[in-house]
């Protein structure tokens, strides 16, 4: 994963700290997650779905796979909480349904909405860079 490029305003160490969020990735998300999107995978292997984006599939596969995922991939099924009206839709009778389960499901954007507030949260981040600063200005 590359480096994100640094703002023209932002401050070295507030640069650095966003680095180190970014770099950091997770896998601590519920099984509730990962069986939701196996679910969605195994109906649409089975039944076809023309349903969802190549990065809803990617996403399912991910959380299938308990793989590592980044803030910002964290950040993103946070949001996905604004599909929440259609996860009662039948897997045979729309996108809805499939989709929320691809995503995660209730355990997984609710883990996502959690998570998310706590990485931004994150003290010791703050402590890291403090000391990576400290560091550099002592050279």
Not at 109 to 119: E, G, H, M, R, Y
Request: proline share 2%; charged share 30%; hydrophobic share 30%.
């Amino acid at each position: 994963m590359a480096l994100p490029k640094k703002l023209k305003e932002e401050k070295h160490t507030d640069y650095l700290q966003r680095c180190l969020i970014e770099l950091q990735s997770y896998n601590d998300y519920p099984q509730g997650a990962t069986n939701n999107a196996k679910r969605a995978l195994k109906w649409k292997k089975e039944n076809g779905s023309d349903c969802g984006t190549q990065v809803g599939w990617t996403r399912a596969s991910q959380l299938a796979g308990r793989k590592n995922i980044s803030r910002d991939t964290i950040s993103r099924m946070a949001s996905f909480k604004r599909h929440q009206q259609n996860k009662d839709v039948p897997y045979s009778e729309g996108c809805g349904g499939i989709m929320w389960d691809a995503w995660g499901g209730s355990s997984g954007v609710n883990w996502a909405i959690d998570k998310l507030k706590s990485i931004d949260n994150k003290s010791e981040l703050k402590d890291i860079v403090e000391q990576i600063k400290n560091i550099i200005e002592s050279k």
